[in-house]
């Protein structure tokens, strides 16, 4: 039987025993109510642990996503984004869509990182012609790199100069948090609350590394939560007895954290493994990401790569650019026979 190996995402893990195991004897209420004991806990611990007032869990990132960039900001309202950023480009306009507030994209350098002066130039005064610029969203992780912490400091501090809010699209957080703790000599929740401590919201995914099924969440001031619990509602995200999926996420926070170091540890083996083969473009993992493109003049090979990973049971993606992820659901000799398959196909 051909080995599968799937790394299109880290979203694609499934639950462990010890996880659907806790998912089985969670205490539930209804949320609508405010009732589910479970969901509640899921809350009040990320709010406390990345030292926010309050948080809200909601059915995916992008929900948390929209909900935090509608209560920031109102109609006619703009927001400041990475052209390549989530929370412009890959959550289907919802912003501008249901929220008519207008994105005010920005060119990212190959770091993620959009130009401080140009951040500061977009910033629309106030003016009778203009949309209102309100807020800033950044995204950390970044296609699997972690932001310069700096970066975000001088970022976010343009923006409150202007008077704006600032949101963490951090879905990737903790992958984030891991690499930051290894630069700081810091515990990995250390790293992370330093990361969010700039915003005034960050929407954490857990169906991601973190290897949940479902959710995300979303911390804030409780004022800005009260708002987001409207807008969740309004899209239809308010669960009854959520307490199922938060017991994955509570799960989660408990024993998949520090476990992230082994993911971007195979992403370096991964790469240790691709990097001297001549027609591959491949640059050093940070976190869990690999991405690759043709070196000039391996075109047209590079064309026939993924069909060939695809007859060998590995599967990839990358809208932009090929994409290696890797997670809680591949392994080192996962990762062995991918570099043996990828060499094997160049050495062709
Ligand atoms: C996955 C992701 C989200 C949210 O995605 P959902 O699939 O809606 O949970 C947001 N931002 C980034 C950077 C992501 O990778």
Redesign the pocket.
Known sequence: MTRRVDLRSD?VTQPTPAMRQAMMSAALGDDVFADDPTVNLLQVTLAKKLGFEQALFFP????S?LAAILSHCQRGDEYIVGQMA??YR?EAGGAAVLGSVQPQPLEQAANGQMDLAKIESSIKPDDAHFAMTKLLTL?NTWAGQLLDHQYVLDATSIAKKHQLKCHL?G??LFNGAVKQSIIDSSSVWEAASKMVAPFDSVSV?F??GLGAPVG?VLCASAELIQKAKRIRKMAGGAMRQSGFLAAAALYALDHHIERLQQDHDLASRLYAGLQNIKALDIGPPQTNMIFLAAKPGFEEQFKGFTAFLNQNGILTTGSYQLRFVTHLDVNQDDIDYVIEKTNAYFSN
């Open positions: 979203t995916s990132g992008t929900q996503n989530h929370t890959w995204e699209d879905a990737r995914c169906s991601k995300s």
